[in-house]
């Protein structure tokens, strides 16, 4: 069950491989750390979410034979329901696949795409499907990562809009088509490093504002 | 000059007290860590907010002679220019005063803050004037600051809403009266110490969205 609009997630999976609890958690917090935790629709957290894996064992097949092709089936599955609550969530029109790379370390790129997925003048702008790359350098550089505007180059759909801290020539009717597709990827590249982090977020619109504001809890 | 509507502050101050440059700067540091540096609209920082106090010297009379009653006026205009700022904010319609109390720093009492004027689902209760205090505990909750809920108790208005936790009974129509106005107080205290701050921010309304979707920079 998924209903973001109660800001609650209830994630259960089911699977018949034989596997002892602790190899099971292994998997499940790495998949985890990539899919469910690296989404955000309003960047408030929930009080009670929840991802449950079973596993009967009734397959009998040790985790240890298939372990690769276990791990990427279970990569799949919660990359797919993480992208459903996003595009699920509350007045959302537009799914942003935000890639924050050549950084220098995992953690840096998940901070800078969270400051980026927070920023209210980012989200409106996607709203308005509105290739506003001055919002994401002002989102980038108020994360807190001391970074050169120059290191930053910004992607908007098929496009280049900021190259090396300065701004592109680009086909700005393309980039507000791209954006205003149900789905679109905005990427950014840091020159810092090598590593990298993928990020699902989301539009702010008024529906969504209407939505939270008309109802008491 | 206030026009937060592009998202910058430019505040020029004049004074004719005599005094030296490190002096003034000392005056009014201390001041914008209490007023302008205790606002949000929506969470986003500006690129190129500007506060000069500058000082011409012509009364003859010496800082040291009057530095209470200077610092005192100073205190007071720049918290009246901070205020105007957020009430001028875009989409505006309540002021919230929040006060953060009994914290065992100012710093944390200030981060739990910043929690709670950057929460979505908060700012969109207050567009709605709805005395949800559940969105409050949750924010404070998020703030990364290890608390105890029991430890909480939020006022809304004049009333007590939640104590040590624990939901009271309260007048749910005047504590809407209350946040129905342009300014409503949101008290917290936290038995945690001596320390407080007290942080002024805005609901978040659908016209804020739209202002921000529908204009390209």
Redesign the interface.
């Known amino acids: 069950m998924i209903h973001p609009q109660l ?1 609650t997630m209830l994630v259960y999976l089911f699977t018949d491989v034989m596997v002892t609890p602790p190899e099971l958690k292994q998997c499940l917090w790495a998949v985890c750390d990539e899919t469910f935790n690296c989404i955000s629709v ?4 929930s ?1 009670n979410d929840t991802v449950l894996l079973m596993a009967s064992g009734q397959s009998k097949i040790r985790l240890g034979a298939v372990k690769n092709k276990f791990q990427a089936a279970l990569r799949q599955v919660c990359g797919s329901l993480a992208e459903q609550i996003v595009s699920d969530g509350e007045g959302v029109r537009h799914v942003i696949r935000l890639s924050v790379e050549q950084t220098r370390s995992r953690e840096e790129a998940l901070h800078i795409a969270r400051s980026i997925a ?4 980012v989200k ?2 996607w ?2 499907a ?3 790359w ?2 994401i350098l ?2 980038i ?2 994360s807190g990562v001391r970074i050169d505007p120059k290191e930053v180059t910004i992607f908007i759909g098929r496009q280049v809009v900021c190259r090396r801290g300065v701004a592109c020539a680009f086909d700005e009717a393309a980039a507000h088509r791209d954006l205003a597709q149900p789905a679109c990827d905005v990427r950014i590249t840091l020159q810092r490093g090598r590593a990298s982090a993928a990020f699902l977020t989301t ?4 529906e ?3 939505i ?6």
Chains 1, 2 share one sequence.
């Open positions: 800001a309003d960047g408030d957290t009080t927070r920023s209210l003048l409106t702008a709203a308005g509105d290739p506003n001055g919002r002002a989102a550089g108020a539009d702010l619109t008024a969504y504002v209407r939270n504001a008309d109802y008491s809890t």
